[in-house]
């Protein structure tokens, strides 16, 4: 199981080209799996990028989630309360971006890898990752 980092997500969704092999690879595996994870938080991250005009996506947002919920495997986490608590009480140190916390901690409470480039998150040592 895998967790997408919001950024992971779009790059897979609109420009894969900017993935490793390695990472295409596993999230091709993990699809065949049902396994590939996307926090719905990660929603809420993609139409602020919108919003504040750093990402311009090629249909509206609504339509683009219901695309990718259509994809065989690909599954939406919801924040539930265990995650939501889980984001507050992370071990060590850890930064206090709230949208990296609370992906952080869905990866942790569901047991799964999270795939991202972010060097904050893959230094913290709490979180396997992938890269």
């Given at each position: 199981m895998i967790v997408l980092d919001t950024h992971v997500w779009v790059w897979w969704i609109c420009a894969p080209e900017n993935l490793s092999p390695t990472v295409q690879e596993e999230i091709d595996r993990q699809l065949a799996l049902h396994s590939v994870i996307v926090s719905t938080f990660s929603t809420w991250e993609v139409?602020?990028?919108?919003?504040?005009?750093?990402?311009?996506?090629?249909?509206?947002?609504t339509e683009w989630?219901?695309?990718c919920e259509r994809i065989p495997g690909f599954v939406f986490q919801p924040i539930t309360n265990a995650i939501a608590l889980a984001a507050v009480n992370l071990p060590g140190q850890f930064h206090p971006d709230p949208a990296d916390r609370l992906i952080v901690a869905t990866a942790r409470v569901l047991g799964a890898t999270l795939v991202t480039g972010d060097q904050k998150i893959r230094d913290y040592r709490y979180v396997r990752t992938l890269w």
């Open positions: 139409a602020m990028l919108i919003a504040k005009d750093r990402l311009q996506l090629s249909v509206d947002l989630v219901r695309q």
